[in-house]
């Protein structure tokens, strides 16, 4: 994976509405695209309706995987928030991070979050954070 992660600006914008739209729990889903941009959001409900972590359903997951098959897109990333901590890979993040070579965005949905997203590589419990930028 390379450094920098390309996004269309109206999926980040998905992302962080979604992140706001209850900040008192954790959003999550997935992210799609074709060649190297991220194009498509598929926001999921959060299985554990936590404000500390989440969990995609696996039935929703399956229907995800096989909407992306049928819209030749592919599987680039992961999205979820912290909605009251740093948005940085918390240990559980790096712990469940089961698709190493996709990008994990993470947002803040607080208004005066300096950097209310960023995005990382986390491969073999390693954390490299990637360069967003949006096409």
């Known amino acids: 994976m390379e450094d920098v992660v390309r996004i269309r600006g109206e999926v980040v ?7 706001r739209h209850d900040p008192s729990m954790e959003c999550c889903g997935l992210l799609a695209g074709r060649d190297a941009v991220i194009s ?9 309706a936590s404000p500390t972590a989440f969990e995609i ?4 997951l399956f229907r995800f995987f096989r909407h ?5 897109v592919d599987h680039m990333g992961i999205y979820h928030s912290h909605p009251t901590g740093d948005n940085a890979p918390s240990p559980r993040d790096v712990e469940c991070a089961h698709y190493p ?4 965005f993470i947002l803040s949905p607080r208004p005066d979050a300096p950097r209310p997203i960023r995005a990382f590589s986390i491969r073999d419990g390693r954390i490299a954070e990637l360069t967003i930028e949006l096409v």
């Open 13 to 19: 914008t998905r992302m962080i509405e979604e992140a």
């Open 40 to 48: 498509a959001i598929f926001p999921a409900p959060n299985a554990l």
């Open 57 to 60: 359903a696996p039935e929703v």
């Open 101 to 104: 070579g996709v990008a994990y």
């Open 68 to 72: 992306m098959h049928s819209s030749a």
